[in-house]
């Protein structure tokens, strides 16, 4: 395992905050949208819980001695100790991995479902296209509660405005300032927002429920399970 130190943690909406590292030594090596894990120093847990966690990396892999994780706040002991980490604090980083990579093909349209925080493996992938100018073709269907707990919404318009190719659909499903669309996103919201909806490449990240849901969203809709890449995000 590599060891890093915190360099600053920015809240982004209500109980959702990032956290950036930098590496003491080496580099880190990985593709837009993997994962790794963080090893915290101590985590007191009455019933014995890991001090192992992993998280998708939200930086570009541009940032090899620097990266970024970002997460939302919970009850549980490795969460609350995560939170309370003083800036220069050391973990261990180790086991990157995760097949939701951004494809090197830039032809096939590509379609990122991301459900609250599960827009993490995306902003990677997204800030990769905006650095290196490709030629991805992206649909962001991204759905929350209300827009004041979408993280990186703002940072989402800007690359819309920075990027001919990308377009994001927002669903805020509980939100009764939000005068854009507010349903959960199913069969019949991918059938009437993406074109050749069946032509394209998915890559859905967000809590168990909505993951699964999804797929069986893609069977009603005949897209088959090579067009297709499920990530559950858990709570930790």
Avoid: C
Avoid at 20 to 42: N, R, T, Y
Avoid at 181 to 205: G, P
């Amino acid at each position: 395992m590599m060891k890093a130190n915190l360099l600053t943690k920015v809240k982004l909406v209500k109980d959702t905050t990032q956290f950036d590292f930098e590496l003491v030594a080496g580099e880190l090596v990985f593709l837009p949208g993997q994962f790794l894990s963080i090893k915290l120093p101590e985590v007191r847990s009455a019933d014995d819980e890991s001090n192992i966690r992993y998280f998708s990396i939200v930086s570009s892999p541009s940032q090899n001695k620097k990266f970024s994780i970002t997460t939302r706040l919970s009850t549980s002991a490795f969460k609350q100790a995560l939170f309370n980490l003083v800036l220069g604090a050391e973990v261990e980083v180790g086991a990157i991995g995760g097949v939701m990579t951004l494809p090197t093909d830039t032809a096939q349209p590509l379609v990122f479902v991301a459900g609250g925080i599960g827009i993490t493996p995306f902003m990677s992938m997204l800030t990769f296209v905006k650095e290196n100018n490709t030629e991805h073709k992206i649909t962001l269907l991204y759905s929350n509660r209300t827009r004041p707990s979408s993280a990186y919404f703002d940072e989402l318009i800007k690359l819309e405005e920075d990027l001919p190719n990308f377009k994001m659909i927002a669903t805020m499903t509980d939100d009764e300032y939000w005068t854009g669309e507010k349903r959960l996103i199913d069969h019949e919201f991918i059938k009437e927002n993406i074109t050749d909806y069946k032509e394209a490449k998915y890559f859905v990240a967000g809590p168990p429920p909505m993951v699964l849901a999804m797929a069986n969203n893609f069977d009603r809709l005949g897209i088959t399970k090579d067009h297709y890449i499920l990530e559950e995000f858990f709570g930790y």
